[in-house]
């Protein structure tokens, strides 16, 4: 005894989808839309006109601008997080300093790959200039974290720090507990 099983009522309505429901509203249809029904399955494609070399070359720098200015844009969340994470030497403030001279380092030694796919016979002068921006963002982010590290003290900065025969300054102030 073989009852049938008939399909359940989603799968008999994505083989045969519901007739189009006339609009019966007196909002009008947005500009370029057309909520009538194609009266035919062949409808008219709109074929779109392949931009000009110029129009290319001007996409392909205003792209190249925001892959040179993506370094400048991250750079207040990693100045924030330089400065929560204190000025002593913990593991948090040690990977917060190697990532902040990491990723512009490795930004610069690959600005080239970075800026080929924008680059073309036509535009060549104005990918430079990008990627001169490019470089003077990247150095801005190495230079937080120069200031990251000068912050925390690791830059030698005083005579003591680079002649073996000078001695450390002495304290001269001292604070007493008074009772």
Same mark, same amino acid.
């Given at each position: ?43 008219? $494609?709109?074929? $779109? ?109 005083? $005579? ?8 450390? $300054? ?10």
């Amino acid at each position: 005894m073989a009852a049938s099983i008939t399909p359940p009522t989603w799968a008999t309505e994505l083989s045969s989808p519901p007739a189009h429901k006339q609009k019966h509203s007196s909002i009008p249809d947005p500009p370029g839309y057309s909520s009538s029904a194609p009266s035919n399955k062949k409808e008219k $494609r709109v074929v $779109r006109e392949q931009p000009s070399p110029e129009e290319m070359d001007t996409l392909k720098v205003k792209k190249a601008w925001e892959v040179a200015l993506a370094p400048i844009k991250s750079l207040p969340m990693t100045a924030i997080m330089m400065y929560m994470s204190g000025n002593s030497l913990q593991i948090f403030s040690i990977m917060m300093v190697f990532m902040a001279f990491k990723n512009p380092i490795m930004g610069i030694l690959s600005t080239n790959t970075a800026f080929e796919r924008f680059e073309s016979e036509t535009n060549k002068a104005k990918v430079l200039q990008v990627k001169v921006v490019y470089v003077v963002m990247q150095l801005v982010a190495l230079a937080l974290g120069l200031w990251k590290i000068n912050g925390m003290g690791l830059l030698p900065t005083t $005579r003591s720090d680079w002649l073996a025969w000078e001695v450390a $300054r002495e304290v001269r102030d001292r604070a007493v507990v008074g009772v």
